[in-house]
């Protein structure tokens, strides 16, 4: 059965979706006075393509669901019915890879509230169905009173890495204990969900995790990831009062995979060679896969072997400091490095993560590596010819000249001359 489907929906590598799905990042954190852009993907079955008009809304939650959305922000025209955003709020639509956002400016207090994508199929018996991702968008003020933890990592197996968690600057009590936790699409916090407490109580092996700092920094260092560390991480903090702090989402770990592994193939270019202060560009590509079906699309890329530094990340503060500003990602895939050192001179691994829609309102996403590309790093021709004529070269032989030649021919055209006198 599944078989057949599956071949029913795969033509010529490219297959066709069936299911529904809306997508968009649990949590921002702002600070007030900014803008921020809230952005939407969707996915609808494909025989709706031709036959319906789909039309992507935007609405505000009461409490923290999309399923209770009390007011419409914007209707299906795209106009903005709310007042209290007429003259903050522009709406993007791109109806043709399936994406929209809203970006709200001049960001105020009252505006920390969940928002909700919504996407509505109107079909020609004029029957309406809307869907919106359960969790929306909640808008969280950086303001050093919360948590705060980043919504996703990678990692490969065996690897060494820390799961940030920040929490306020200035607690209301001191810090007595920290307890990490896994959950499901929202943390739990019970006995059950308990990956590591500090101090340390469980697990009673306790070598596999650490604190990389308490009570200042209770970020969470694993030693050496696992094949099935695929899960949320979350991060609650108690205080000496008894009062405790708690994520709501956590950190997603997403464990990537050997290339060829999974359902893509990740393919870099083999060699590669650049020149010293000149910009270089390293290709990437993935092959197609279920294009109607994604949802999105994450970009990293690693220097080294498959843990070494991040050169290009999603969240800048994850690029390694002698990368960062340098890189960027052009056409899907591909790393463009600038102004290139002798030092840049190794290995790059392209890491693809694809998110889709894997039955109606659910999604999945999975990671996958390329093969390595070598990068090569040789002085620029510039600085050839440079070498020949080197500035220091020049001054210090000018130098000598004037310190040496001059007082000398002094020195014999004064003789002369006495010579020439005494005569
Ligand atoms: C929002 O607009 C839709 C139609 O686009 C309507 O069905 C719904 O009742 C509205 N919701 C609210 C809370 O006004
Ligand atoms: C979708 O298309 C718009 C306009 O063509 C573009 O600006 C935007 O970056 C695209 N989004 C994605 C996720 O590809
Ligand atoms: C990935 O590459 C391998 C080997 O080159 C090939 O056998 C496989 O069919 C490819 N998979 C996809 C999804 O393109
Ligand atoms: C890439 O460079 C390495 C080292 O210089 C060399 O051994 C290898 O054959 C090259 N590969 C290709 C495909 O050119
Ligand atoms: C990968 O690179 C990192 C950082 O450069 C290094 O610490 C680590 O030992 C390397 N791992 C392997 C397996 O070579």
Known sequence: MRLSLLLFFCLHGICWTKYTCVYQPKVLYVKEGESVTIPCSYTYPDYYRRKSQIIVTWGKAEGRYCSKITKNITDPSGNIVDDEYKDRISVVNNPENRTGSITIRGLKATDGVTFCCIETIYTTTSKAFSWFDIYGTTLTFADGKSLSQVEELIAVPGEEMVVPCHHPLKPPEKVIEVSWNSGDDVCRYTEDYRIYTWPQTFPEDGSL?????FPEDVSLRIHGVRRNEHRS?????TYSNGQYTESRFGTELTIAGPPSSGPFNVTQSYN?????????TLSCSYSPYMESDVLGVDIYWRAGNISGPYVYHPYKEMVHPNYRGRTGIIRVADLHIQGLEMSDASMYYCFVMIRWCRETGKH???IQYGGGTRLMVTASTDDKTESHLDPSVVIIASYLSFKFFFPLALFILVKIWYRNVTE
């Open 364 to 366: 999945q996403k999975r």
């Open 209 to 213: 995790y650490s604190m990389v700092n």
């Open 272 to 280: 590669i060679t650049g020149h010293r202060g000149e910009s270089v």
């Open 233 to 237: 991480f979350c991060c609650r903090v």
